[in-house]
């Protein structure tokens, strides 16, 4: 849960620390409690710091650095250690030959870490990485060249690893990977390594994703991939197609909002070339392969397990026996998996830990997977038989938004396919919902209504059918910006317990489309709150007579439960952005929180 | 040193392009079907701008949703301006992000490539600015210029109503750095500050200011209606807009597409329709099996029903038109405000999320307000204002 990046420049390149300094800005939603950097040349040198980028920035002595070629640099978030200037990265061995920076968990440190006291060796910090470079040390002392010591050392590491060195007056870096992200991008001035693209998508769109038990070796003009018995490994070099332009906040006071915003023109392009309308028909050319009659299981974590409990829902209409499955209890619940299962795996990053290993184990058992992600040639697309993208494009804010909204279409696409078709009327109605979002952004009151209840104790979520993911997705966005107690219920749900902490000062927000059976039991529960004194924010269609025991609507369009679930939690997104802008949270990295968690 | 960066300016609403300009700023609005916005940035672009300032305010989530942060190789920073006071008060609120000499543009208006060329070509630091100039033009709703002598201005009007010889002030300006000063004071009229009164400052204070002439196009929306004429233009100009199907729109085999016509990504053509010529369909628009759309702006999101017929129309976003509707075309008396525009060239305007029922007739001219809904088979005319129900 943290980002690598490493630059080998030609004497014509870019300023290394530049290099490092704005990658690891571009993957800062990966972690940030501390920050730093090493360059090796013309001997190790390591600036770390605890706290934001911005930390980092201000203690780097640039003129003490200037011209550097090369350079390795990190951005941490705590597994191992409070987060500290010491237990920041990069590491060193006891005489500073070379620094390390890592992502990931060595498992077995603690054995490594008491072999190396043993051995007389002092650790600075209290993270598991450091046994990585002391180890190293200790190869070094016995007179191994560098890239054996490090690759000896690489030997020894059980658990996840993206790992990066550089050694003392050598314009070289190694790294290697197991089961943590690992890229390398080739450029005109120079070699680029980091755990995600956009780290380097500036300089240059040639990429090669290194695979588990990959070592890569950087110079200026060259990257050499070897496995773990030092044979050449052939790595295909890709194409990515982001734009730089897409991290960027373009006017926003937050990555949030813009991403907020976005979402007409996510759906847009999840939903390009995948409806035929004159044949009535949904086309996802990334499943043509796929021909699949058994049951589907989720497997996801966090707001992508909300997405996937709505696509089971789908699924289950369309005909499907379909069940959504927390990806972190999926081996424990010892779910029943055979090979006619179906495990689809839902993943913004592709790289969530959670859910790789539930696909893994869904595999093992026989499963087909299916890998419902955001991120071009992540480790879930390229682990799993199928991979459905999402196309959200890029997105850098910690509380998902847009991505959220583009599963939602994508698992409603792969419902259509797996089960019985779409009708005429739902095929409109898929078409019609990213312009709905433009006109619930256009005329939202979500502002207004955060206003109001910015002070609250407490909020509460509720909704019934399609609408339960939502309010629990609506209270998730909540709590992960404003740092406020919020819940959300399954709306039957209430009145066996939640009830009790309801009160005058709790709001309850009460999804409510339609107006049929599902609608009037909703209302019913509406009353039941109402009648606790508890003000009520119904966002409906107006189709119903909700409006009548609410305090304050968030209106969006008559579409349907589809499209309504999606539009819903449009409305919610912004009031929890407008609650956490008006308290001065930090929306767009919440305390704790990381973007793309890559620890189990 | 060639000028490289470009202020534009894109806060304001353009209340004369009511009901369309409910939701959005007159920039996002279509010419063709890309926003006239976009079509100052091509051109500034194109003229080797690469530092691009826009200044946003009415509607700006629109604009900044719909760039991004560059725009074709070129840098876009925004800057808000929250209050609307003016023109120089919108440039007032660039400074401290810009520096060095600038272009300076109009967000609302269309603009050839070589009127910016022009002006920055003439453009040298003796002056404080450099205006761009046409000789044509509805000079008395726009700005003129005294330009004796084919180089320096000796005044600048807004709204001239006197009979000299005026050029029309193009709205394209190339400007150094000492301008700012004159656009804040000494004071200004109206609680406004207005570009043109920061010029009239600095010609007052002797500054030199320059003029070019330019027969580089130049073309301004002022009335809905409007947008029929400047998209008929864009698809007839070779420097304008090529007629163009996407190649993710689905056309069924029996439509019949007359050029030139713009068809955008995602949009579906039905059976037996006629679409064109001068068309200009946003992306995702539908139109229905047997729909006749002639000489007709229809924005994203809008579906025409089986059978229906749009001849001059001019349609906001996520319009719905009924099966059978029938917009039989101009010209027609057009209300604005208080004032009949007789005789235009217009259908109907039917802004954002209009729904019709179907076998709806709109009287030539007829104008109506976002999310109003109409009655199937209801014959319609004159202004139907926001939200209303017509039945």
């Known amino acids: 849960m943290c980002g690598i990046v490493g630059y080998v420049g030609t004497s014509n390149g870019v300023d290394a620390v530049d290099v490092v300094l704005d990658g690891l800005s571009s993957l800062e939603y990966r972690g940030y409690d501390s920050a730093g950097l090493a360059v090796p040349t013309p001997s190790v040198r390591v600036h770390k710091t605890e706290g934001e980028l911005s930390a980092l920035e201000n203690t780097v002595p640039r003129d003490e650095l200037e011209g550097a070629l090369t350079g390795i640099g990190h951005t941490r978030w705590s597994t191992h250690g409070p987060p500290s200037d010491v237990n920041a990265h990069p590491h060193r061995d006891e005489a500073d030959r070379v620094a390390v920076v890592h992502n990931g968990i060595i498992e077995n440190y603690q054995r490594l870490r008491d072999d190396l006291v043993d051995a007389g060796v002092t650790f600075q910090s209290e993270t598991d990485t450091e046994v990585v470079p002391q180890l190293i040390g200790r190869y070094l002392d016995r007179g191994a060249a560098p890239e054996e010591a490090f690759r000896l050392a690489i030997d020894q590491l059980e658990g996840s690893y993206a790992i990066a060195a550089v050694f003392d007056g050598s314009e070289t870096v190694y790294a290697a990977r197991q089961d943590s992200p690992l890229v390398v991008g080739l450029g005109e001035t120079g070699t680029y390594l980091a755990s995600d693209v956009p780290a380097f998508v500036e300089h240059t769109d040639r990429v090669c994703y290194l695979e588990d038990g990959d070592f890569v070796r950087l110079t200026a003009d060259d990257a050499v991939v070897t496995d773990a018995e030092g044979n050449s490994v052939d790595r295909p070099i890709e194409t990515v197609a982001w734009d730089p332009e897409d991290a960027e906040k373009s006017g926003y006071d937050h990555y949030m909002l813009k991403e907020i915003h976005e979402q007409p023109k996510a759906l847009r392009q999840c939903l390009r070339g995948r409806i035929d309308d004159l044949d009535g028909a949904v086309d996802l050319e990334d499943l043509a392969d796929l021909d699949h009659e058994g049951p589907v299981q989720f497997v996801a974590c966090g707001t992508s397990y909300h997405a996937a409990l709505f696509g089971a829902e789908r699924l289950r209409e369309a005909g499907v026996r379909a069940q959504a499955f927390l990806a972190s209890e999926y081996a424990s619940d010892r779910v029943p998996i055979d090979d006619e299962t179906l495990v689809v795996g839902v993943t913004q990053s592709g790289e969530t830990a959670d859910t790789l290993r539930a696909l893994r184990e869904a595999a093992r058992a026989g499963a087909t997977t299916l890998a419902v992600t955001n991120t071009v040639a992540s480790s879930a697309a390229r682990e799993c038989d199928h991979t459905l993208y999402i196309r959200a494009g890029p997105e850098i804010g910690v509380a998902a938004t847009k991505t959220f909204a583009s599963q939602q279409l994508a698992l409603a696409l792969l419902a259509f396919t797996l089960g019985d078709g779409p009708t005429r009327e739902e095929l409109e109605a898929l078409r019609d919902i990213p312009g709905q979002v433009r006109t619930v952004l256009e005329t939202t009151d979500a502002r207004a209504i955060a206003e109001e209840y910015v002070d609250a104790d407490a909020y509460f979520f509720i909704g019934r059918g399609y609408h339960y993911p939502v309010a629990l997705e609506g209270a998730l966005k909540m709590k992960e910006i404003t740092y406020r107690h919020a819940e959300g219920f399954a709306a039957g749900e209430l009145k066996h317990g939640p009830l009790a902490l309801v009160t005058e000062d709790t709001p309850v927000f009460a999804v409510v489309t339609g107006d049929d059976e599902t609608a009037r039991k909703t209302i019913g529960n509406v009353k039941e709150v109402e009648a606790r004194d508890a003000p009520v924010v119904a966002i409906t269609d107006g189709e119903s007579d909700v409006t009548r025991y609410a305090d304050h609507v968030l209106e969006i369009p008559a579409v349907g439960d589809l499209g309504g679930s999606v539009l819903a939690n449009v409305q919610l997104q912004l009031v929890a952005y407008w609650v956490a802008n008006l308290l001065g949270r930090s929306i767009d990295k919440p305390r704790n929180l990381a973007k793309s968690v890559t620890v189990e | ?391």
């Not at chain 2, 804040?184 to 002797?206: K, T």
């Not at chain 2, 729904?355 to 209801?378: C, K, L, M, N």
């Open chain 2, 1 to 391: 040193m060639p000028i490289s960066s470009a202020v534009v300016l894109a806060a304001g609403e353009g209340a004369r392009l009511r009901p369309l300009t409910k939701h959005r700023p007159k920039p996002m609005l279509p010419a063709a079907t890309k926003p006239i916005l976009e079509h100052v940035f091509d051109a500034l672009v194109d003229a080797d701008i690469t530092e691009i300032t826009v200044v946003v305010g009415y509607g700006r989530t629109h604009v900044q949703s719909h760039f991004g942060s560059t725009y074709r190789g070129a840098s876009i920073d925004y800057v808000v301006q929250d209050k609307q006071l003016g023109s120089g008060h919108a440039l007032l609120e660039a400074e401290p992000e810009v520096s060095g000499p600038q272009l300076v543009l109009n967000g609302d208006q269309l603009v050839e490539q070589r009127l910016i060329e022009d002006v920055h070509e003439a453009h040298d630091s003796d002056s404080i600015a450099t205006l761009g100039l046409v000789r044509d033009g509805d000079i008395a709703n726009y700005g003129g210029v005294i330009f004796e002598d084919d180089e320096n201005i000796s005044e600048i009007v807004e709204r001239p109503h006197d009979d000299r010889s005026y050029h029309l002030n193009a709205g394209v300006y190339a400007f150094e750095s000492e301008i700012f000063d004159y656009l804040r004071g000494p004071e200004p009229q109206f609680n406004e500050y207005s570009l043109v009164d920061g010029i009239a400052n600095a010609i007052a204070a002797d500054e030199t200011v320059r003029g070019v002439t330019s027969d580089g196009f130049w073309y301004d929306a002022t009335y809905p209606w409007d947008l029929l004429e400047v998209t008929e233009t864009l698809l007839g100009n070779t420097d304008g807009v090529e007629s163009t199907v996407s190649t993710d729109a689905q056309i069924h085999e029996s439509a019949t597409i007359v050029e030139p016509v713009v068809i955008s990504t995602d949009c579906v053509i039905g059976p037996g329709s006629v679409v064109g010529p001068n068309v200009a369909l946003g992306e995702n628009v539908t139109v229905g099996a047997n729909a006749v759309v002639e000489n007709s702006v229809v924005d994203a999101d809008t579906r025409i029903g089986a059978n229906a017929t749009l001849i001059d129309g001019v349609t906001g976003h996520g319009v719905q038109i009924g099966a059978g509707s029938t917009m039989v075309g101009g010209p027609g008396d057009v209300r604005v405000g208080d004032r009949i525009h007789e005789n235009e060239r217009l259908g109907a305007v039917l802004a954002d999320r209009v729904r019709d029922g179907g076998g709806v007739t709109y009287a030539p001219g007829t104008v109506v307000g976002s999310d109003a809904v109409i009655t199937a088979g209801t014959a319609v005319s004159g202004t139907v204002d926001d939200e209303t129900e017509v039945q």
